[in-house]
T-cell receptor, first 113, second 115 residues
Framework: DAKTTQPTSMDCAEGRAANLPCNHS???????VYWYRQIHSQGPQYIIH???NNETNEMASLIITEDRKSSTLILPHATLRDTAVYYC??????????????FGTGTQLKVEL | EPEVTQTPSHQVTQMGQEVILRCVPI?????FYWYRQILGQKVEFLVS????????KSEIFDDQFSVERPDGSNFTLKIRSTKLEDSAMYFC?????????????FGQGTRLTVV
């Protein structure tokens, strides 16, 4: 699996967009980029994933660069409840089961008033 | 919204005792997982389970660990003889398909404390 690099921590003002970067320069053509978050020792929560196109859902947007070596997760209007550790995970998109998620140390996002 | 439920939320056990952590995955999901997180450390994969058998396991998942889906709804993790270093949050997860095709849903975890 491709290794990812994320900043250790970031701050964001409430109501502003939070842009969380992730570098995955060794990503292969069949590897997806996944984002999960973990709010204060709760179970991780899926946010979004993508292969090469930008993706958007009700929680966030995912922007993947054209060379796919980096991506940015965007929370358009961050709230205090978005304070969490955000994990960028790169993994092959297999069709079978048993595909584990390998969590790194992630980015601690702190949303402040 | 469907969710993965885990019981108990907190379990304290003496070293050397057996513990069983219980999980009820989302009802139509086919793939089941256990992860653990030692305090202050990363979330670590333990095991994945599909079609009534283990499909993948990590080095952590040694002979002291076992998993079972006893009745078609519960998914359990058994630690045969607990050690102090087994103290951690244990998260169960499930997914409709293999986790790379759909999202994995995680439970809120069981905090295991071995004394």
């Amino acid at each position: 699996d491709a290794k990812t690099t994320q900043p250790t921590s970031m701050d964001c003002a409430e109501g502003r967009a939070a842009n969380l970067p992730c570098n995955h320069s060794t990503i292969s053509g069949n590897e997806y980029v996944y984002w999960y978050r973990q709010i204060h020792s709760q179970g991780p929560q899926y946010i979004i994933h993508g292969l090469k196109n930008n993706e958007t859902n009700e929680m966030a947007s995912l922007i993947i660069t054209e060379d796919r070596k980096s991506s940015t997760l965007i929370l358009p209007h961050a709230t205090l409840r978005d304070t969490a550790v955000y994990y960028c995970i790169v993994r092959v998109g297999l069709t079978g089961g048993g595909n584990k998620l390998t969590f790194g140390t992630g980015t601690q996002l702190k949303v402040e008033l | 919204e469907p969710e993965v439920t885990q019981t108990p939320s907190h379990q304290v056990t003496q070293m050397g005792q057996e513990v069983i952590l219980r999980c009820v995955p989302i009802s139509n999901h086919l793939y089941f997982y256990w992860y653990r997180q030692i305090l202050g450390q990363k979330v670590e994969f333990l095991v994945s389970f599909y079609n009534n058998e283990i499909s993948e396991k990590s080095e952590i998942f040694d002979d002291q660990f076992s998993v079972e889906r006893p009745d078609g709804s519960n998914f359990t993790l058994k630690i045969r003889s607990t050690k102090l270093e087994d103290s951690a949050m244990y998260f169960c997860a499930s997914s409709l398909q293999g986790v790379m095709n759909t999202e994995a849903f995680f439970g809120q975890g069981t905090r295991l404390t071995v004394v």
